[in-house]
């Protein structure tokens, strides 16, 4: 089990385990009887994730510059027609949820 500022990682498999515990949590080695190696943690894992997050990042910077970049009546038909959505699917849900509310607590008479 190597451990590295209190994080454990598995030797067989590199999975993060809890420091105390006797076996790995992914594929069931048992840690309990190995010594501590001088194994750093896997790297690879790591820098998938930043390389993914930092794609995100750079692909919400380009969406946002890209927007910024349109003439300003398209700008406001954008808006617009997102508000005016917005405004109908919020409208249509308090209509529903004030029909069913009326059906449960003001039942028709029969």
């Given at each position: ?62 969406a ?12 406001f ?9 917005l ?24």
């Amino acid at each position: 089990m190597t451990e590295e500022s209190g994080i454990a990682y598995c030797p067989e498999c590199g999975a993060k385990v809890p420091e105390n515990a006797k076996f790995c949590v992914k594929c069931g080695h048992n840690l309990g009887t190995q010594e501590p190696k001088t194994q750093s943690a896997p790297v690879t894992e790591v820098q998938t994730e930043v390389t993914a997050v930092s794609e995100v990042a750079q692909d919400t910077r380009t969406a946002v510059d890209n927007f910024y970049n349109w003439p300003n009546w398209l700008k406001f038909f954008v808006t617009l027609a997102i508000a005016s959505f917005l405004s109908i699917f919020i409208g249509r849900i308090s209509y529903v949820v004030s029909f069913v509310l009326g059906f449960i607590f003001f039942k028709p008479k029969k």
